[in-house]
């Protein structure tokens, strides 16, 4: 099961980018510098990396008073969960 390895990995490299550019993002505003883009993280979260963004939100306390993060990525999470189940409910029938 080669595949799965791969996807496990992706999944973890992915989750670790979200989680730190949370992190970045959040140094950065407190330093007053160059953000990066709301676009940009949420692509992060929908390309698989929404559990590491999501626990970057609250580890950094960032961007959680934002309606469109607080809502946004715990949604794409509750998608990509949803649609992994039923991947994995395809190959096992």
Request: a positive charge; glycine letters at 8%.
């Amino acid at each position: 099961m080669i595949i799965t390895g791969i996807v496990i990995g992706y999944l973890i490299l992915i989750n670790m980018a979200g989680f730190l550019m949370m992190r970045a993002d959040k140094r950065r505003a407190v330093r007053h510098k160059w953000r990066i883009r709301e676009r940009s993280l949420f692509l992060c979260a929908a390309i698989g990396g929404s559990a590491g963004s999501w626990i970057g939100m609250y580890v950094f306390r960032h961007k959680t008073k934002h309606l469109r993060f607080v809502l946004g990525i715990p949604a794409i999470l509750v998608l990509q969960i949803a649609a992994a189940a039923l991947l994995i409910r395809q190959v096992i029938l």
